[in-house]
Nanobody
Framework: QTQLMESGGGSVQTGGSLRLSCAAS??????????MGWFRQAPGQEREGVAA????????AYADSVKGRLTIPQDSAKTTLYLQIDNLKPGDPGSYYC??????????????????WGQGTQVTVSS
């Protein structure tokens, strides 16, 4: 079964930067026909998709709330996905999760389409 493990969370000051990692193993999708995405969830709020990438082409999608501040590079083996977020804001804290879904023609930012999830890593932002 596909497994995902996030790492790199922690406390960062407002305006700072953070890099998270998501290591995937036992991927069962053929020929890179999958999307990997990053989601975040603040206490009491719904899980929000922030970015996703199609492994086959590298095409990415970003939520408007993070455009220009966040990138999601992937390693050459396409099994580790990173999340680089700059200029952290008070609205950025929460649990960050990575997830993977089968490619359907578009990489959704809606959590309901994703098949496998990591356990999450916590991000806090201090002023």
């Amino acid at each position: 079964q596909t497994q995902l493990m996030e790492s790199g969370g922690g406390s960062v000051q407002t305006g700072g930067s953070l890099r998270l990692s998501c290591a995937a193993s036992r991927l069962t999708y053929n020929a890179n026909t999958y999307c990997m995405g990053w989601f975040r969830q603040a206490p009491g709020q719904e899980r929000e998709g922030v970015a996703a990438i199609y492994a086959g082409s590298g095409k990415t999608a970003y939520a408007d709330s993070v455009k220009g501040r966040l990138t999601i590079p992937q390693d050459s083996a396409k099994t580790t996905l990173y999340l680089q977020i700059d200029n952290l804001k008070p609205g950025d804290p929460g649990s960050y999760y990575c997830a993977v879904q089968s490619w359907t023609g578009v990489c959704s930012l809606e959590s309901r389409w994703y098949d496998y999830w990591g356990q999450g890593t916590q991000v806090t932002v201090s002023s």
